[in-house]
Nanobody, 114 residues
Framework: QVQLVESGGGLVQPGGSLRLSCAAS????????MGWARQAPGKQREYIAR???????IYANSVKGRFTISRDNAKNTVYLQMNSLKPEDTAVYYC????????WGQGTQVTVSS
């Protein structure tokens, strides 16, 4: 069982930045991949970033070059640094632990608006 708690969402102007955090429970965090997905109103959930246990990173085209995923295994935490934010980035952002049946956090709202 893995529990995930996201934080760091909020309201930001276009062009601004936010950093999301996701704290995971358990002692084997370093052994599995982690990812971030988002879901905008009326749209399907979109997987946007993934980082393997070895630190390999994969991004969706929609965020490549603007978002950076990273992890701190000592803190059982994965981050999503979001720069050059656009109104179309507005969504609920979810953390995902890619282990066993897969686990999701409760989500954190990101709103990009002037």
């Amino acid at each position: 069982q893995v529990q995930l708690v996201e934080s760091g969402g909020g309201l930001v102007q276009p062009g601004g930045s936010l950093r999301l955090s996701c704290a995971a429970s358990g002692s084997i965090f370093s052994r599995y991949a982690m990812g971030w997905a988002r879901q905008a109103p009326g749209k399907q959930r979109e997987y946007i970033a993934r980082i393997t246990s070895g630190g390999v990173k994969i991004y969706a085209n929609s965020v490549k070059g603007r978002f950076t995923i990273s992890r701190d295994n000592a803190k059982n935490t994965v981050y999503l640094q979001m720069n050059s934010l656009k109104p179309e980035d507005t969504a609920v952002y979810y953390c995902n632990a890619i282990v066993g049946q897969g686990y999701w956090g409760q989500g954190t709202q990101v709103t990009v608006s002037s």
